[in-house]
């Protein structure tokens, strides 16, 4: 399987740090986590046609709007939204993970390709 998906969302949208937020309840996932990881989950379903049940490796490219962000911000988010599609059925069949970060302030965004291993 090869794939490639490429989504306008601001990659600190999808930081695990800002996945969750205090709440009268505890602690829940914030709107804005969940409605990107929805988005690139959509994104997912259009581009693919069937799930994988190999090990995977998973390349990011990061255009973040500004200089700030860690590399690592979005990493959870984006294999979450990669199970939710179904892309594969589990994430820990992402055996590898690589992750670029570059900046345009104009179209920030985030590239994902996956393959098969």
């Given at each position: 399987?090869?794939?490639?998906?490429?989504?306008?969302?601001?990659?600190?949208?999808?930081?695990?740090?800002?996945?969750?937020?205090?709440?009268?309840?505890?602690?829940?996932?914030?709107?804005?986590?969940?409605?990107?990881?929805?988005?690139?989950?959509?994104?997912?379903?259009?581009?693919?046609?069937?799930?994988?049940?190999?090990?995977?490796?998973?390349?990011?490219?990061?255009?973040?709007?500004?200089?700030?962000?860690?590399?690592?911000?979005?990493?959870?988010?984006?294999?979450?939204?990669?199970?939710?599609?179904?892309?594969?059925l589990d994430d820990k069949q992402v055996q590898i993970?690589?992750?670029?970060?570059?900046?345009?302030?104009?179209?920030?965004?985030?590239?994902?390709?996956?393959?098969?291993?």
């Amino acid at each position: 399987m090869k794939l490639e998906v490429e989504a306008a969302i601001p990659p600190g949208d999808l930081a695990v740090n800002r996945a969750w937020r205090k709440t009268a309840d505890g602690m829940a996932k914030s709107a804005i986590y969940k409605e990107s990881r929805d988005l690139l989950r959509d994104e997912f379903r259009l581009a693919h046609d069937g799930t994988c049940t190999d090990w995977v490796a998973v390349e990011i490219v990061e255009y973040w709007p500004e200089d700030k962000g860690d590399v690592d911000a979005p990493i959870k988010g984006v294999l979450d939204a990669m199970q939710a599609a179904r892309v594969v059925l589990d994430d820990k069949q992402v055996q590898i993970v690589t992750a670029a970060k570059r900046v345009d302030a104009d179209n920030p965004r985030i590239l994902v390709r996956v393959e098969s291993l």
